[in-house]
């Protein structure tokens, strides 16, 4: 069936008309709409009875903010009409509080303009492709390049740890999540994890040529794990390309709260975040992501996307996980116990400084664009399965860190040594939140190249302290002036607690106890983002 021409009394849109057409409503035969496609929004008018006049509320959608459509038949053999429904997340203002967040809607039109179905279904099938097709030719770029895009259709391996958080994450799949990807048309295969490092061994030991993508909804530290087991290949380089992507479903949410803070939407938590991420996700466009190398005492090598804290960060972040029945609310718990007893920590810290003005300039790898089929044909020769019981196995594998001097020798004449040896806290950070409600590093960025590394004196007060945490939420803390905050942007570090027991954190995980140094890996991994 050939497309209606465009009647200019009834469209008042300077746009160039794609595909023009008038349909019933889906769940009212007697109402009518006229419908018009552009190169970038879907117009949708209520036409008037008895007289073809449009009526004055006209509703136009972005397909920005479309995540997919589709058509099809009712199972009734007596209707030979046609569907085709369009799914689009715009932001919108709350119902029940200020601000806006990103909230469904659903067009749905019945194609009846025939008795013959095939002729029916024929159009809805066109008009549901000339949508989609417009949704891939809107795609952004960041800094000026194209961002690239997970093949169409993408073939996703999606993990789900059901204990992050509250327990939560195999309800949040079943809820709002799987019909976000029913609704993209992304066919995945849901993978439940049993155990610690579970997730490591899956992708590990995967065959990655029949992923587009490693999807997960958890915490952080599934995310932790995945990116592990990746590193640990044989294939690492090609391995380490495919991209992930990250829904949140557990306590910290932070890499989320980061992806959505790039993507230039407002402060939004809980399920307004799964429902951003979801977004992002069903666009599949991707990025590149830094990934910090870090090595432990005993020589252990693993890599960080996220953080590594010491001191009372890293006490937090532990001693919180006995409140983990309250979700976020376990680190406002953590943090105020922690107040309460403030300990001071004792050790040398140094730095590498980025010698930049705002750009690390790393070397990083190339990005493929213009459709970015990222399929690997590889097998996975290692079977160097882990127990839990154990610890990590070291990762064999993975870029050199040309910057770190040896273990134990002296850092090279051009880091900086910091005076202090007293600290509260010691946080390096390569994404802008620590949790979702904390904006800790506000000017990083996917791929940067710069560790975002700040530490806090010794001397400061419970108040003072608390005051910086509140101001984090907003990311204003950097500029509150406090004498005991001091922020660099760096390259690599090295920690040498002086005490003989501790904690340190990467990505929220605690390992082993001990110095440890720290490389920053330019855009070494590709996160799926807006």
Same mark, same amino acid.
């Given at each position: 069936?050939?497309? @209606? ?14 595909? =023009? ?9 007697? *109402? ?13 008018? @209520? ?19 479309? *995540?997919?459509?589709?058509? =099809? ?19 919108? @203002?709350?119902? &029940? ?59 996703? &391996? ?21 019909? &976000?990807?029913?609704?993209?048309? *992304? ?36 995310? =932790? ?191 900086? *040594? ?35 590394? &700040?530490?806090? @004196? ?39 607690? =002086? ?32």
């Amino acid at each position: 069936m050939e497309p @209606k021409k465009v009647d200019p009394s009834l469209i008042n849109d300077s746009s160039q008309v794609v595909l =023009y057409g008038e349909f019933l409503a889906a769940d009212n035969p007697k *109402v009518k709409f006229v419908v018009s496609l552009t190169e970038t929004d879907l117009a949708v008018q @209520k036409l008037l009875a008895p007289s073809p006049v449009l009526g004055r509320s006209r509703q136009t959608f972005n397909l920005k903010d479309c *995540v997919g459509a589709r058509s =099809y038949r009712e199972d009734d053999n007596e209707d030979s009409g046609a569907y085709f429904s369009v799914y689009f997340y715009p932001l919108k @203002k709350r119902w &029940m509080s200020t601000g806006v967040s990103r909230q469904r809607v659903e067009q749905c039109f019945q194609v009846a303009s025939v008795q013959d179905p095939r002729a029916n279904l024929e159009e809805a099938d066109k008009w549901a492709r000339a949508i989609q097709q417009r949704m891939g030719l809107l795609q952004p770029s960041r800094d000026g390049v194209l961002l690239s895009e997970v093949r169409r259709p993408c073939r996703v &391996m999606l993990l789900v740890n059901p204990q992050s958080g509250k327990g939560q994450a195999l309800a949040l799949y079943n809820g709002p999540v799987q019909r &976000m990807l029913h609704e993209a048309g *992304v066919p995945h295969t849901l993978f439940v994890t049993e155990r610690k490092n579970h997730a490591r061994e899956l992708v590990r030991e995967a065959d990655l040529s029949q992923w587009d993508a490693l999807v997960i909804i958890s915490g952080d530290g599934l995310l =932790y794990e995945v990116v592990n087991g990746l590193l640990e290949r044989e294939d690492w380089e090609q391995a380490i390309h495919t991209p992930l992507g990250i829904l949140p479903g557990g306590s910290g949410n932070a890499l989320a709260a980061s992806i959505h803070h790039y993507s230039g939407g407002p402060l939004v938590s809980s399920e307004e975040l799964l429902v951003s991420c979801g977004v992002i996700l069903c666009k599949g466009l991707v990025s590149r992501m830094d990934l910090t190398s870090v090595h432990l005492g005993s020589g252990q090598r693993l890599f960080s996307f996220l953080s590594l804290a010491w001191g009372f960060v890293a006490d937090v972040d532990v001693e919180s996980e006995k409140y983990r029945h309250v979700g976020a609310a376990r680190f406002t718990v953590g943090t105020l116990v922690r107040l309460a007893s403030l300990r001071v920590y004792r050790g040398r810290l140094s730095y590498l400084p980025a010698d930049d003005g705002g750009d690390a300039g790393a070397e990083r790898g190339a990005i493929p664009t213009g459709g970015g089929e990222h399929t690997f044909r590889n097998t996975c020769s290692s079977n160097n399965a882990l127990n839990t019981k154990r610890r990590e196995t070291p990762s064999l594998y993975g870029p050199a860190d040309s910057l770190l001097p040896p273990a134990d020798g002296p850092v090279p004449g051009d880091w900086a *040594v910091v005076p202090e040896e007293d600290f509260v806290l010691m946080l390096a950070m390569y994404q802008s939140c620590l949790a979702e409600d904390l904006l800790a590093a506000p000017d990083a960025a996917l791929d940067q190249g710069v560790i975002h590394l &700040m530490y806090v @004196k010794a001397g400061i007060s419970r108040a003072s302290l608390l005051k910086l945490f509140l101001a984090m939420e907003k990311g204003t803390h950097l500029a509150t002036g406090c004498p005991h905050l001091v922020y660099r942007r760096v390259r690599a570090l090295r920690l040498e607690p =002086y005490a003989a027991k501790g904690l340190i954190t990467v990505d929220g995980e605690a390992v082993e106890y001990g110095p440890v140094q720290a490389q920053v890996h330019r855009g070494l991994a590709r996160m799926i983002t807006g």
